[in-house]
């Protein structure tokens, strides 16, 4: 409205989930990287949502591409370090992606920033089952 209005407005953040998740499929990791680390060093000039890396590392790993979600959900624990969530859900693509032991660090990061994560509990039983540890 403000435009509209020839008021002062000021233009919205680009998403960085949707930037890296273009670069990601497309084969750009290292330009993926590179563009994570900007924002760390910059948070200002992207809008990140964890539910929106949430949802970019669901996708990739509903499409059967377990490189592309491991990408995603590393990025997602750099930029939101302390959301169990996070973690949880990195666990979880671990573990889909037969990547136990990384997937069993994963969960313990989840349960210990959030000691309540029943799901985080109950997955470590599952893969203490599975590889017999």
Not at 16 to 25: D, K, M
Not at 29 to 41: F, G, P, S
Not at 67 to 86: D, G, M, R
């Amino acid at each position: 409205m403000n435009l509209i209005n020839d008021m002062p407005y000021t233009i919205p953040a680009q998403s960085l989930s949707r930037i890296y998740g273009s670069l990601i499929e497309n084969g750009n990791k290292e330009k993926a990287t590179q563009l994570i680390q900007e924002y760390l060093n910059n948070p200002g000039i992207y809008e990140a949502s964890e539910r929106d890396f949430n949802r970019l590392g669901y996708q990739f790993l509903r499409l059967q591409k377990c490189e592309n979600a491991l990408h995603v959900f590393n990025a997602a624990t750099l930029i939101f370090p302390k959301s169990w969530n996070v973690f949880d859900s990195y666990a979880e693509a671990l573990h889909q992606c037969d990547k136990k032991e990384a997937a069993v660090k994963m969960y313990q990061k989840s349960i210990e920033l959030n000691p309540r994560n029943e799901n985080g509990k109950q997955m470590l039983l599952k893969i203490e089952k599975e590889t017999g540890k």
